[in-house]
């Protein structure tokens, strides 16, 4: 690791100076948990960080019946995963951000951290996907809001320019009868990096279902939106059948490489397991079974 | 003709302090972070190194440029393979294997070629680790890169990437000529051999052949490797690191350095962890060039994708098993083919994993062949058991196999060719007494084993393990102090409670409880020559250096009381840290507590201190027999351990939590190299997974309460009849649990590890990832 700079914004107009003034080596610093690691292994130049965390709003939950969710960037996975409205009505994102890190992580990473990271393979990214989310922008050109499908755009890229960061992150409310779950696969039980994982949101009109989002991880170079299996699935009822054909359309839109967390084979398979696995679940929570 | 096997004789005398779980001495330091570690080190004028590695898996360095890192401000000293003295080929003892300096000498830093990814070409000592690391890209190295060979079978063929020029086959096998002189990645082809393998196959009823390949796997201890050193301008070393034997890093590193030993001083610190992989130097004689240089001390610890990738995993293997048996089970043949990768440099281990391959069996009719193997991975280094899990993992799958087609329990098969006292090994030594027999009865009386097994796709099994446990020599001293308390020097450095075990067994001997007896690790100036702590021998030769202290504490504490007493020796006694002697004029009693004497011995004639060396070969073999249940989840491969239970021949156990702790701790590495841990090799042969995220061991959670039984036999050759512990039970637990996958869903894996991928591979198309 090299010698960096620190420095502590206040107030979001403040933070984007500084990461404008810092140029391509300022790099926000949130948790820290993926930043500083990658300027400890000299992965990345980086000569200035900046502090987001003492920005107010950064840090914080706020969930209204009709309107929905909105977390501060910063706010740790453990308030977020403790908090009863979340756990509530976003069950799919209590589900992801217990795995990523341990106990002493948790307490620093954020989801607003796990999305600017951008890996493939986050395993906040596809719950969030699934439950429709929006990114909040700031940056030199003032505001602008991004969908999380849309955020990512190649392995550790995404929509940021250079002094830009992730204010906070919206949901819309769940509607009545729906349900959501995440679920990821990995070779051990804990500290592992998702072969593949998987989140969906599903509504439910008796047995029909009235909506759904299917998002996957790990098997392309971004988190998916598959909007096939979304289609395979709404307007029909809710069988062997259609969540078949959804894991199916999942199988189809993934597009993954063998490396050492796992084959191209595995993870197209595990994709197609874990996506009817997780409509499963979310079924059971819109149908009031869980 | 398999003998019946007697039953052997577990019967042991009651001890005060043998067997029973006192708080370890080191304890409170541990849980509260007083206990010094290699990483504490901070000296006056202390520089921080840093090493520059190979980023090919095989290539010539036509030249090393370090003047631009030299002209760093902050940078005092750079080292390059210059820097060592030349070496003559020849073998130094490390313990648990040797080392030719020849090739330790360029493991420590490149020499010509680099043989591995991640190999050592130069190293800076600097003001601080920034401007280390900052130097280090400042070195320039040309390597004309040359084609790598990275799989064992790949390394024997005849056009493979040769490593090493000079090397040629030693060949160690009766009946084999040798090859030509031409250079071959084969440094030994062994044999072991008894009976006539011919005839035996020719009276078996059932003969089937097996091939198994395991993947390199690494100690994985927490702790990395450290070296701190200062060479005076007198010429005086000293080394402060994390080692599992000072004496070993004193004559490495004399050696490497060209010093005298008694010139080089080497300070253990608290280890966190070895498993084998501590035996050898890396960073230490770096460090020493660094100050010798720079004549300030250096400080170094490795990065953990070093560690992975320039330390010693084991070998990756690829067996061949044929064996032999009649229609009652009775085993007439076993041939055994084993070739074993040993890294960059000659020295795998398939000497032991030939040796302990068959060993739990009484096999009239075998022969073992062994190969050694280099390949452009890193140099393979011991690793727990060394060498036996991949052999005996083999057997006993090839075993598993054979009792289904005899339509036999499969522990109904070992037990009737189990080793017993009076058999013969491989190497045609006769067997001692062994728990073998108590082990496999022991497994089949278990009511985990006579439990019903329920649920979808879970299945049981059971395997055997076994391993020699080491001898070798050790050295401690021992102070009668003035209060009655003992102090006991020891030379071995502390990894698994040796503290504890060897202060309770001179305790034992003298009749005083353990909070009387405090041990103390000292450094090389300080104790004789002690042997590593490896081999699972440490309480077993310390505990007989302990006991011979103890008896001439005894011997001389009843000489004193005669003296006191003026009265012969021999009509004094000593038990149970009282003196007696004969009634005085008086017809009184006359007795002294151990505590009473100590305190007059500074009047009466002297204090005590006692010093003894002990070489004693009696070490006792250990027998492991493991069951577990485990789940197949057919979806995803994945494999869950629903229960385990390891039974083990132990001698005696002298503190029985460490004992199960040992246990339990070798089934936790089995079950890492059984399910996940490998090395993966990209396509230019560099190690992609070296960190602890991607080089999967398991974690708390992937492993159920390891459930122990300690099976007490114990050893004739020891006063307390101890055997070492720590090492068999790594080697049941990989072959248990492909003969559960087995039982649960009929697939037989023969490549290990037995990953979710390569569970799902095996499934096929209907369950697994073609779908």
Avoid at chain 2, 336 to 365: E, M, Q
């Amino acid at each position: 690791m090299q010698a960096v700079k620190y420095a502590r914004a206040t107030s979001v107009d403040e933070a984007v100076q500084m990461l404008r003034d810092g140029g391509d080596v300022a790099r926000v610093l949130a948790g820290g948990t993926d930043v500083i690691v990658l300027a400890r292994e000299r992965r990345r130049d980086i000569d200035l960080f900046v502090d987001i965390k003492h920005i107010p709003d950064l840090i914080g939950i706020d969930y209204q019946a009709g309107q929905g969710l909105t977390l501060g960037a910063a706010t740790p996975l453990y308030e977020v995963y403790n908090h009863p409205d979340v756990k509530a009505h976003y069950p799919a994102l209590v589900e992801a951000s217990h795995v990523i890190g341990g106990t002493a992580i948790q307490g620093r990473a954020s989801l607003g951290g796990n999305l600017a990271n951008s890996s493939p393979a986050a395993d906040g990214i596809p719950a969030m996907i699934a439950l429709g989310g929006t990114a909040h922008i700031a940056g030199p050109n003032g505001r602008r809001d991004v969908p999380i499908a849309e955020f990512c755009t190649a392995p550790g890229r995404n929509v940021l320019e250079t002094g830009e960061f992730i204010v906070s992150l919206s949901f819309p409310d769940p509607a009545a009868n729906s349900g959501s779950a995440w679920e990821r696969f990995i070779p051990r039980n804990e500290m592992d990096i998702a072969v593949t994982n998987a989140g969906v949101y599903l509504a439910l009109d008796g047995d029909t279902v009235a909506d759904a989002r299917v998002a996957i991880g790990a098997v392309a170079p971004t988190p998916l939106l598959v909007p096939a299996a979304a289609e395979a699935l709404i307007g029909k009822p809710l069988t062997d059948e259609t969540i078949e054909a959804a894991a199916e359309a999942a199988r189809q839109a993934a597009n993954p490489i063998t490396d050492m967390r796992g084959t191209a084979d595995q993870r197209r398979h595990l994709a197609g397991v874990l996506v009817k696995r997780v409509l499963n679940k979310a079924a059971a929570r819109a149908r009031g079974d869980e | 003709m398999v003998a019946t096997p007697e039953k052997p004789n577990t019967d042991k005398p009651a001890y005060k302090v043998v067997g029973t779980r006192p708080v370890r001495p080191d304890g409170v330091d541990k849980v509260t972070g007083r206990a010094e570690y290699g990483a504490d080190i901070k000296l006056e004028g202390m520089l921080y190194g840093a090493v520059l590695r190979s980023p090919h898996a095989h290539a010539r360095i036509k030249r090393i440029d370090t003047s631009k890192a030299e002209a760093l401000p902050g940078v005092k000293a750079v080292a390059t393979h210059a820097d060592f003295p030349k070496q003559e080929s020849g073998s130094l003892d490390l313990g648990e294997g040797s080392a030719n300096p020849l090739w330790l000498v360029e493991n420590v830093l490149a020499g010509s070629k680099v043989l591995y990814h991640g190999h050592a070409v130069a190293a800076v000592a600097a003001t601080d680790l920034h401007i280390a690391e900052d130097a280090l890209a400042l070195i320039e190295v040309e390597y004309e890169v040359l084609p790598f060979v990275i799989d064992v079978r790949e390394a024997m063929l005849p056009n493979a990437p040769i490593l090493l020029d000079d090397l040629r086959t030693n060949v160690r096998a009766k009946g084999v000529d040798t090859p030509k002189d031409v250079p071959t990645n084969i440094a030994l082809h062994m044999r072991l051999e008894k009976g006539d393998i011919e005839q035996g196959f020719a009276d078996a009823d059932v003969v089937i052949e097996r091939e198994y390949t395991t993947a390199q796997a690494h100690q994985g201890y927490i702790e990395p490797q450290n070296g701190t050193a200062f060479w005076n301008r007198d010429g005086q070393l000293t080394i402060w690191c994390s080692t599992q034997g000072i004496f070993s890093v004193r004559s490495q590193c004399a050696t490497l350095l060209g010093l005298p030993e008694s010139q080089v001083r080497v300070i253990p610190k608290e280890i966190g962890g070895g498993f084998g992989g501590k035996l050898t130097v890396y960073l230490e004689p770096i460090a020493a060039v660094l100050s010798k240089k720079s004549h300030r001390p250096v400080k170094m610890w490795m990065p953990r994708a070093d560690i992975i990738r320039a330390t010693g995993p084991t070998s990756a293997t690829h067996n061949r098993v044929k064996i032999g048996v009649k229609r009652d089970g009775t085993i007439t043949a076993a041939e055994v083919n084993l070739a074993y990768a040993a890294g960059a440099y000659p020295g795998s281990p398939v000497g032991a994993g030939a040796l302990c391959a068959l060993a739990p069996y009484d096999i009239a009719n075998q022969r073992i062949d062994g190969f050694d193997v280099v390949t452009n991975t890193p140099k393979t280094q011991a690793y727990r058991a060394p060498g036996a899990p991949a052999s005996e993992h083999a057997v006993e799958a090839t075993l598993d196999e054979l009792a289904e087609q005899l339509d036999m329990d499969p522990m109904e098969l070992r037990l009737k060719n189990a080793a017993h006292e009076g058999g013969t090994n491989s190497a045609g030594q006769p067997w001692p007494r062994i728990g073998a027999t108590a082990v496999m009865e022991a497994i089949k009386n278990h009511p985990h084993y006579t439990s019903e097994l329920h649920g979808e796709d879970t299945g049981r099994g059971v395997a055997l393990g076994f391993w020699f446990n080491g001898g070798m020599e050790s050295s401690s001293s021992a102070t009668v102090n003035s209060d009655g308390t003992v102090s006991l020097i020891l030379g071995s450095v502390d990894i698994g409670g040796s503290r504890a075990s060897l202060a309770m067994q001179l305790a034992e001997t003298l009749g005083l409880t353990l909070d009387e007896v405090h041990p103390h690790i000292v450094d090389t100036d300080s104790v004789g020559w002690t042997g590593v702590t490896g081999g699972s021998r440490t309480t077993f030769a310390g505990g007989w250096v302990a006991y011979d202290l103890g008896e001439e504490i005894k011997k001389r504490v009843v000489e004193r009381a005669a003296r006191m007493w003026d009265v012969e020796t021999d009509v004094v006694s000593y038990a149970d840290g009282v003196i007696t002697g004969p009634p005085d004029a008086d017809n009184n009693p006359r007795s002294m507590t151990f505590k009473e004497i100590a305190k007059q011995l500074q009047r009466t004639g002297g204090l005590i201190a006692v010093s003894a060396t002990s070489r004693r070969n009696t070490q006792g073999a250990a027998f492991a027999g493991h069951i577990v249940d485990l789940h197949v989840d057919r979806e995803t491969g994945k494999v869950e351990i629903l229960r385990y239970t390891a039974i083990q021949d132990v001698g005696t156990a002298i503190h029985p939590s460490y004992v199960e702790g040992q246990l339990q701790g070798g089934v936790a590495q089995g079950v890492g190299m059984a399910l996940n841990e490998e090395y993966y090799y990209d396509d230019e042969g560099h190690v992609v997974n070296a960190s602890l995220l991607d080089y999967r061991m398991p974690v708390a959670n992937d492993l159920p309460m390891i459930d122990t039984q300690l099976v007490e036999v114990p050893n004739p050759g020891h006063p307390y009849g101890v055997r070492g512990v720590g090492e068999a039970p790594i080697v049941p637990p990989a072959p248990a649990i492909r003969n559960a996958i087995y039982d649960a869903i009929g697939v037989r894996m023969y490549d290990m590890p037995m990953s979710p991928r390569r569970i799902l591979e095996e499934l096929g198309p209907q369950n697994g990832s073609a779908s």
